[in-house]
């Protein structure tokens, strides 16, 4: 049973950071590529970014990109989302995702290539 468990939402003013955990357990870390989506009231689920299993490769949404930041650390079984320079249009809940494709296979950005999801975490931005 492979489980995810994301933590570090919360609620924070516009311009502030915030740093999401997610630990995975019931399978190699180091095999999967993780992601992050985000879905905010009545929207659809949406990329965030997206990490390779050695940690160089990533991927980012253009509206996340030169402010979040993924990384992760394959002897904690963790993948980070750093998000700075936050604003109203990030409040959403966030996602943590696995998939067991491949970097050079994979989409990241789309939901149904990944297998494995955490229950979310509710990150609020204040303007």
């Known amino acids: 049973q492979v489980q995810l468990v994301e933590s570090g939402g919360g609620s924070v003013q516009a311009g502030g950071s915030l740093r999401l955990s997610c630990v995975v357990s019931?399978?190699?870390?180091?095999?999967?590529?993780m992601g992050w989506f985000r879905q905010a009231p009545g929207k659809e689920r949406e990329f965030v970014a997206a990490?390779?299993?050695?940690?160089?490769?990533?991927s980012y949404a253009d509206s996340v990109k030169g402010r979040f930041t993924i990384s992760r650390d394959n002897a904690k079984n963790t993948v980070f989302l750093q998000m700075n320079s936050l604003n109203a249009e990030d409040t959403a809940v966030y996602y943590c995702?696995?998939?067991?494709?491949?970097?050079?296979?994979?989409?990241?950005?789309?939901?149904?290539?990944?297998?494995?999801w955490g229950q979310g975490t509710q990150v609020t931005v204040s303007s």
């Open positions: 990490i390779g299993w050695s940690g160089i490769s990533t």
């Open positions: 995702t696995a998939g067991s494709r491949s970097w050079r296979m994979i989409r990241t950005d789309r939901p149904n290539e990944y297998h494995y």
């Open positions: 019931g399978r190699t870390f180091s095999s999967l590529v």
